[in-house]
């Protein structure tokens, strides 16, 4: 089992940045990738980004990203923490949405879900 826990979401102006952060627990020596996804009211749950598990516990993984975000937002880890992590700039209103953090291990975690709200 894996518990994933959000943090960081919140009310910003369009141009303005956030940071989410997504605390691992549990049996994180299986997760093979973590990553961020989103859903707007109305619409399906999309990729935003994710990190694959590095081949070593210190490498940090490959990345990827959706084109709507590319550019703008970034997903890194902090293995030590057991963290992962999306900066985002440049938040456009599009970018409304509750954000979920995701682990898969051949299972897939969802976490509770954080609210960003971007305003013109």
């Known amino acids: 089992q894996v518990q994933l826990v959000e943090s960081g979401g919140g009310l910003v102006q369009a141009g303005g940045s956030l940071r989410l952060s997504c605390a691992a627990s549990g049996s994180i020596f299986s997760i093979k990738t973590m990553g961020w996804y989103r859903q707007a009211p109305g619409k399906q749950r999309e990729l935003v980004a994710t990190?694959?598990?590095?081949?070593?516990?210190?490498?940090?993984?490959?990345?990827n990203y959706a084109d709507s975000v590319k550019g703008r937002f970034t997903i890194s880890r902090d293995n030590a923490k057991n963290t992962v992590y999306l900066q985002m700039n440049s938040l456009k209103p599009e970018d409304t949405a509750v954000y979920y953090c995701?682990?898969?291990?051949?299972?897939?975690?969802w976490g509770q879900g954080t609210q960003v709200t971007v305003s013109s």
């Open positions: 990190i694959t598990n590095g081949a070593t516990i210190t490498s940090g993984g490959s990345t």
């Open positions: 995701n682990a898969r291990t051949g299972l897939v975690y």
